[in-house]
C-alpha cells in the first residue's frame, strides 16, 4: 500500500520559515519525480516545485528563491523549505509522486502564514 505522509505544516507569521516533510512507503522512491503542491481556498490545486530522481528541479515562478525542494533517497523522504513565507503562500501543501501512468497524493497539510 502506498503512503505519502505530508509533516510540518503550521502557523507562522510573514517572513517566517517551515520545512514541509514528505515520507514515502510502499513505492519505489527513487525512480518518482515528487512534487508539492498546494491548495488555497475557493482555488484550484497548483504546482509548487518538482524533483526527479536525479534531483532536476523546478519552480512555480511565485516561489523562486524563497523555496527549495529536496528529497533524501535513502530516507525515502521529500522536503520543502520555505522561507519568507506571505500571506498568500497560506494553503493545503500536497506531497506528490509521480511515474506516469502511477500517480499518488498524500493527504495535505496545512500552511497558514498571518500578516
Known amino acids: 500500500q502506498v503512503q505519502l505522509v505530508e509533516s510540518g505544516g503550521g502557523l507562522v507569521q510573514a517572513g517566517e520559515s517551515l520545512r514541509l516533510s514528505c515520507a514515502a512507503s510502499?513505492?519505489?522512491?527513487?525512480?518518482?519525480?515528487m512534487g508539492w503542491y498546494r491548495q488555497a481556498p475557493g482555488k484550484q490545486r497548483e504546482l509548487v516545485a518538482r524533483?526527479?530522481?536525479?534531483?532536476?528541479?523546478n519552480y512555480a515562478a511565485f516561489v523562486k528563491g524563497r523555496f527549495t525542494i529536496s528529497r533524501d533517497n535513502a530516507k525515502r523522504t521529500l522536503y520543502l523549505q520555505m522561507n519568507s513565507l506571505k500571506p498568500e503562500d497560506t494553503a493545503v501543501y500536497y506531497c506528490?509522486?509521480?511515474?506516469?501512468?502511477?500517480?499518488?497524493w498524500g493527504q495535505g497539510t496545512q500552511v497558514t502564514v498571518s500578516s
Open positions: 524533483i526527479t530522481g536525479g534531483g532536476s528541479t
Open positions: 510502499g513505492i519505489s522512491f527513487g525512480i518518482y519525480t
Open positions: 506528490n509522486a509521480d511515474r506516469s501512468p502511477w500517480q499518488y
